[in-house]
């Protein structure tokens, strides 16, 4: 596996280098980043202007001190600002962003700049992707998911009815910038459901901070700053090392990052993307369920599948189907939208399974018959 170097800076920021020759880039991770970001980013980027995009809740909270930031440099080109939730994601969005983007002037050598989570990143990443058949783009997460997972990477996109982010783009950042700092402004919902994707690295290859995990979460989400810290760290050196490793998912070492997707993104595309289920709690049902399923399999001990649920219980996170408000999806329904994972192979269904704790990997050659089966007993009313 290849390494990415991580080292702190003068000012107590931690950068780890994501090594993709050509396209390779510093995440940078810290406290009170935004308002200094006008000047890092003229240093980064001579010679680009930056448009910002945001969402409604995020810019009214942000959105202030980068722009006064960039403005003090002249390098702000404007703001565009979308609704927040995930419905955003959309190809109607999609195009009015990309529509205003041209309007506030962006040309082939400025910036967007995607500031906000999960949606605000991958909608501006695909924008920027396609404006002017490509320009740049910095992404400054202010959720915890997204300074976690979705920043890094550069995967970019929409969602449709047949699933969750089936089209779109590899476009890697210039920038990752984690501000630390304002995860502080998230509500405890959102927070409780981005540190689903924080427990996933544990799960996934890190048994030792998964127990980490399980003896200092009440001080992660209390607001310790340190271990709030901490834990985005370890996980951006995880997502990057595996970024690394195989960064247009071709390997399938970066397949494993998706553990419990293919379960959850179904969920999520039957609640309709709203905040009925959010992302974490999809994920948070989704990785109960590869647990389950890799027990009956035989593949994992039952008492790691318990560890893993009494985990995510003791945080709050939902770990039963018959937690969504609402209707239920029956089995057929789940098996529909888990085909349109953009993990199946010549209509084969894969899943990233797990021998244990800190031992997932991806199974491409899955009996339907079982998984039917399983289904049907995870569907089932309670």
């Not at 970001?37 to 001190?65: E, M, T, Y």
């Not at 309007?103 to 990143?121: F, I, K, Q, S």
């Not at 550069?154 to 047949?162: P, R």
């Not at 209509?347 to 399983?374: C, P, W």
């Amino acid at each position: 596996m290849q390494t990415q170097t991580a080292h702190g800076t003068n000012n107590g920021e931690t950068e780890i280098q994501v090594a993709l020759t050509a396209r390779g880039y510093p995440i940078v991770i810290g406290e009170n980043l935004t308002a200094g970001a006008g000047q890092r980013l003229k240093a980064l980027l001579p010679g680009a202007r930056f448009a910002v995009v945001s969402d409604a809740n995020v810019a009214a909270l942000h959105l202030g001190p980068l722009k006064a930031g960039l403005e003090e440099e002249g390098l702000f080109l404007g703001s565009a600002v979308v609704a927040p939730g995930e419905s955003s994601k959309s190809f109607p969005v999609l195009a009015k962003l990309s529509e205003t983007l041209l309007e506030l002037g962006v040309e082939r050598g400025d910036c967007v700049v995607a500031l906000g989570g999960g949606v605000v990143g991958d909608l501006a990443g695909f924008a920027a992707s396609v404006l002017r058949r490509g320009v740049r783009v910095v992404q400054m997460p202010t959720t915890l998911l997204a300074q976690v997972d979705s920043a890094i990477g550069g995967k970019t996109g929409i969602d449709t009815k047949q699933g969750k982010n089936l089209i779109g783009t590899f476009h890697q950042p210039s920038l990752v910038l984690s501000d630390i700092s304002v995860l502080s402004t998230l509500s405890e919902r959102e927070f409780r459901a981005g540190y689903a994707e924080v427990a996933k690295y544990g799960l996934l290859g890190d048994a030792p901070f998964f127990a980490w995990l399980e003896e200092n979460w009440r001080e992660i989400f209390a607001g310790d700053t340190a271990k709030r810290r901490h834990a985005v760290e370890t996980s951006a050196r995880a997502k990057a090392a595996i970024v690394m490793e195989d960064e247009l998912e071709t390997s399938g070492k970066r397949a494993l990052l998706n553990l419990g997707h293919t379960f959850g993104h179904a969920l999520e595309a039957f609640a309709g993307y709203s905040d009925r289920l959010l992302h974490g709690e999809a994920i948070s049902i989704g990785m109960r369920q590869a647990f389950s399923y890799s027990v009956e399999r035989g593949l994992c001990a039952a008492d790691d599948a318990a560890r893993a649920e009494a985990h995510f219980k003791a945080v709050g996170l939902p770990t039963e189907v018959s937690a969504i408000p609402g209707d239920k999806p029956t089995p057929g329904e789940m098996l529909r939208l888990m085909a349109q994972d953009k993990k199946v192979k010549g209509g084969k269904m894969v899943l990233v399974l797990t021998r244990g704790i800190g031992e997932a990997f991806v199974e491409d050659d899955v009996s339907m018959a079982e998984l039917t089966d399983f289904l049907k007993r995870e569907c089932a009313p309670q």
